[in-house]
């Protein structure tokens, strides 16, 4: 199997918990207490639609154009004239996913946390350089 069919095979197991998504933003949210600030307000249903939106884009960055243009668009939205995100918060995101599909996969180990972050790798690094 490759690694965008052990990435796909667990997202689609970590959606069934219907508050998935919730739990990342828990997660996220305890990184840093300025994440959380920065979703005061915010209506959180629709945000979690752009998320599930953001997850396909970052993902597909590694073998899409459209979606890489996609993503230069976000990493600006969330640079410091948009947002106010920093380059390394990426990371930390990144990190409060794995956490988020460590609990919510039943199937989760080593070679699912490594297909999250390669599919994630060329999407985070655009967002990286496109947010400074």
């Known amino acids: 199997m490759d690694t965008h069919?052990?990435?796909?095979?667990?997202?689609?197991?970590?959606q069934r918990n219907k508050q998935f998504y919730h739990i990342f933003y828990h997660h996220f949210w305890q990184q840093?207490?300025?994440f959380k600030d920065m979703f005061d307000?915010?209506?959180m249903e629709r945000q979690?639609?752009?998320?599930?939106?953001?997850?396909?884009?970052?993902?597909l960055a590694s073998t899409s154009d459209q979606a890489r243009e996609v993503v230069?668009?976000?990493g600006k939205a969330h640079g410091p004239?948009?947002?106010?995100?920093?380059p390394e918060d990426f990371e930390l995101w990144l990190e409060s996913l794995i956490e988020t599909v460590?609990?919510?996969?039943?199937?989760?180990?080593?070679?699912?946390?490594?297909?999250?972050?390669?599919?994630?790798?060329?999407?985070i690094a655009i967002m990286k350089e496109e947010c400074i």
């Open 41 to 43: 307000g915010v209506d």
């Open 81 to 86: 004239n948009g947002v106010g995100v920093k």
């Open 102 to 123: 460590q609990l919510c996969d039943p199937k989760f180990n080593d070679e699912i946390a490594l297909a999250w972050r390669n599919c994630f790798k060329a999407g």
């Open 5 to 14: 069919e052990i990435f796909n095979d667990s997202y689609e197991r970590c």
């Open 32 to 34: 840093d207490q300025r």
């Open 48 to 59: 979690i639609s752009m998320l599930k939106l953001s997850i396909s884009m970052i993902m």
């Open 72 to 74: 230069r668009r976000y």
